[in-house]
């Protein structure tokens, strides 16, 4: 069974630094598109970030570019989303995301929610102002 587990959110002060971790299991994910998204109360669960299947190509959203660094880890099955300079609207819940589909390689492709196929439960972060 296909399992993303998502940790290390919590609550930080505006400027602060996170990094939030999925681990993946059930199959190695290494030629996996992954990608990071988050949703904040009220709103709909948006892109932030994500990683080509080949790792070689990186996507962030325009609202995070700069403050937010996507990273690989294949021998652990696992990715990295640093996060620095946060904000209060940074404040959400984020979830990792998981694909095998090789299409999924271009910008309007990785932000697309239904592109994925596997999903962790998420994790809280809060920025407090």
């Known amino acids: 069974q296909v399992q993303l587990v998502e940790s290390g959110g919590g609550l930080v002060q505006t400027g602060g630094s996170l990094r939030l971790s999925c681990a993946a299991s059930?199959?190695?994910?290494?030629?996996?598109?992954m990608a990071w998204f988050r949703q904040a109360p009220g709103n709909e669960r948006e892109f932030v970030a994500a990683i080509s299947w080949s790792g070689g190509n990186t996507y962030y959203a325009d609202s995070v570019k700069g403050r937010i660094t996507f990273s690989r880890d294949s021998t652990k099955n696992t990715v990295y989303l640093r996060m620095n300079s946060l904000k209060h609207e940074d404040t959400a819940v984020y979830y990792c995301?998981?694909?095998?589909?090789?299409?999924?390689?271009?910008?309007?492709?990785?932000?697309?929610?239904?592109?994925?196929?596997?999903w962790g439960q998420g994790t809280q972060v809060t920025v407090s102002s």
């Open positions: 059930g199959r190695t994910f290494s030629s996996y598109a």
């Open positions: 995301a998981a694909t095998s589909s090789k299409a999924v390689n271009t910008i309007s492709t990785v932000k697309a929610l239904y592109s994925y196929d596997y």
